[in-house]
């Protein structure tokens, strides 16, 4: 069975930092473009970070780029999300999902060609 599992969120302070896993089992994540997106109260959700371990190809949004980092441990099959500098406005439910079929980074974080599998979601609030 195909499963992407999230940890790592909570309550974190404003300028805080938070890093969150995405364990996945049932398929390896070698040569699938893998990513981040987040639902807050009230609004779609949204593609802000992705990547292929198959070619290192990584893809940030303007509202994450340079606060936030993706990568990957291959021996565990997870991938992380490493949250710094965060602000009121990253408050919201944080998911991973899976694209196998996504030839770039930018096809699946533009949702060209948008996940198929996805993870439960973690919340992160961020507050004072």
């Known amino acids: 069975q195909l499963q992407l599992v999230e940890s790592g969120g909570g309550l974190v302070q404003p300028g805080g930092s938070l890093r969150l896993s995405c364990e996945a089992s049932g398929f390896t994540l070698d040569y699938v473009a893998i990513g981040w997106f987040r639902q807050a109260p009230g609004k779609d959700r949204e593609a802000f970070s992705c990547?292929?371990?198959?070619?290192?190809?990584?893809y940030y949004t303007d509202s994450v780029k340079g606060r936030f980092t993706i990568s990957r441990d291959n021996a565990k099959n997870t991938v992380y999300l490493q949250m710094n500098s965060l602000k009121p406005e990253d408050t919201a439910v944080y998911y991973c999902a899976a694209s196998p079929a996504a030839p770039t980074v930018q096809a699946m974080c533009t949702l060209t060609f948008p996940p198929n599998y996805w993870g439960q979601g973690t919340q992160v609030t961020v507050s004072s």
């Open positions: 990547m292929r371990s198959s070619d290192g190809s990584t």
